[in-house]
């Protein structure tokens, strides 16, 4: 019998996470980029700025938003990814000897890839 609660559990707790899309992603990042001198230097926002965020992506109408409607916590947490995968990319670009564009990336195919 403590299958069927275990699946509901499960179940109630993917239904609570914030499934990106990424016109979601777009939206998130023109609005940063607008209000970018409440970020400072660091681009450390204020929650004000990710509950706006938030408002925003929520709010556009071309949007079909899958999952909870998205919050000021899911934006902060899903902009410290973003910037994460920047500065992890902006390590690889700038050693010696790798190669990376903007178009397609480092280049790697095939069985490699799935290593990365």
Do not use: C
Not at 20 to 44: K, P, S, T, Y
Not at 70 to 84: D, F, P
């Amino acid at each position: 019998m403590a299958q069927p609660e275990v699946a509901q559990f499960t179940q109630q707790i993917d239904a609570s996470k914030a499934h990106w899309q990424e016109a979601e992603v777009d939206v998130l990042l023109h609005h940063l980029i607008e209000n970018r001198a409440a970020g400072g230097d660091g681009g450390n926002f204020q929650l004000s700025t990710y509950n706006s965020a938030a408002a925003a992506i929520n709010s556009n109408g071309t949007i079909t938003t899958m999952g909870p409607p998205k919050t000021g916590k899911m934006v902060k947490t899903k902009w410290t990814s973003l910037k994460k995968i920047f500065h992890q990319i902006e390590t690889y670009h700038n050693m010696s000897g790798f190669h990376w564009d903007n178009v397609q990336g480092a280049g790697i195919d095939g069985p490699a890839a799935t290593t990365i």
